[in-house]
């Protein structure tokens, strides 16, 4: 059974920074790409980042690019957010899901098959 674990949230001033880290469990890596999702009070889930375990493939939402980065490896079996220059508009749950088969671009979260339980974050203005 695949199980994804999130950590890393909290909160933080306007400017700063925050890695999050996604523990990973029963896959088969080389098959999944890993994606991080969103989702602010009030809103609907939205798509962050994405990255192919295997290809190191990755694709990031308009609102972050050049402000995140999605890795994977750095840990074994982990796929890390490391997201700078935080706002306010940053502040949501944050949520690790993998998708299979592999998806080169992974923006659509029906798509992911497993899924996280979420990490906050708060970003104070």
């Known amino acids: 059974q695949a199980q994804l674990a999130e950590s890393g949230g909290g909160l933080v001033q306007t400017g700063g920074s925050l890695r999050l880290s996604c523990a990973a469990s029963g896959l088969r890596y080389s098959h999944y790409t890993m994606g991080w999702f969103r989702q602010a009070p009030g809103k609907e889930r939205e798509f962050v980042a994405s990255?192919?375990?295997?290809?190191?493939?990755?694709v990031y939402a308009d609102s972050v690019k050049g402000r995140f980065t999605i890795s994977s490896g750095s840990v074994v079996n982990t796929v890390s957010l490391e997201m700078n220059s935080l706002n306010p508009e940053d502040t949501a749950v944050y949520y690790c899901?993998?998708?299979?088969?592999?998806?080169?671009?992974?923006?659509?979260?029906?798509?992911?098959?497993?899924w996280g339980k979420g990490t906050l974050v708060t970003v104070s203005s």
């Open positions: 899901a993998a998708h299979s088969p592999y998806d080169p671009q992974g923006r659509d979260m029906h798509g992911y098959q497993y």
């Open positions: 990255i192919g375990w295997s290809s190191g493939y990755t």
